[in-house]
């Protein structure tokens, strides 16, 4: 966490945190604290999440959420809390070659912030498609197909713990988790599923 002058964190920034703290997370996505950055806004926080489930792809996405608090405002926020996200997945071939990929991963963030009830305004971002291939002796499989999404939106009340569960359920979406209970045909399933 990021502190200004003083070493009291505003009310509403501490607020938001508390709800960052209550989010019931999926057990197949692992959050950690990161060192948050300090040029962005007088406070700040920042949490790393991964979605571990096991078999031959243990990591199959990954992200950062930071939360930016500026107790006076910014105008291109249009508020006083920006929630920024990265996510990046490993996608099939298949999936990578989609022209429309880059529309329907923007829509699984805008779905999951309407579905999670998350109160926001000004968002933005990029969504991009990108494949890689190995050749001589570098190790790993010899094509990977990634997808990242880079995003960012005010928080129009504190209540960010909707906002975080959006990024987590975006997080199963683009890590092709099923939904939680349910197994799914043809890939291992997540540890806590039996």
Do not use: Y
């Not at 002058?5 to 709800?19: H, K, R, T, V, W």
């Not at 790393?48 to 990591?59: I, K, L, Q, T």
């Amino acid at each position: 966490m990021t502190t200004s002058a003083d070493s009291i964190a505003p009310a509403a920034f501490q607020a938001a945190l508390d709800e960052l703290a209550r989010v019931r997370i999926r057990p197949e996505i692992e959050l950690g604290e990161l060192p948050a950055p300090t040029r962005l806004a007088p406070w700040s926080h920042a949490l790393s999440a991964e979605v571990m489930w096991g078999g031959d792809r243990p990591e199959s996405a990954s992200g950062r959420l930071i939360l930016l608090h500026n107790p006076d405002g910014v105008d291109a926020w249009d508020g006083t809390l920006r929630i920024v996200i990265f996510l990046t997945a490993e996608v099939d071939d298949e999936i990578a070659r989609d022209p429309l990929l880059p529309d329907v991963a923007w829509s699984w963030l805008t779905d999951c912030l309407e579905l999670s009830g998350a109160s926001f305004t000004a968002l933005g971002g990029t969504v991009t498609s990108t494949s890689s291939t190995r050749f001589g002796d570098i190790a790993g499989p010899g094509r990977t197909d990634d997808l990242e999404l880079r995003a960012s939106w005010t928080a129009t009340d504190d209540r960010t713990g909707l906002h975080l569960a959006a990024f987590t359920e975006l997080l199963a979406i683009a890590a092709g988790l099923p939904p939680e209970g349910v197994v799914s045909i043809g890939r291992p399933a997540p540890p806590n599923v039996r």
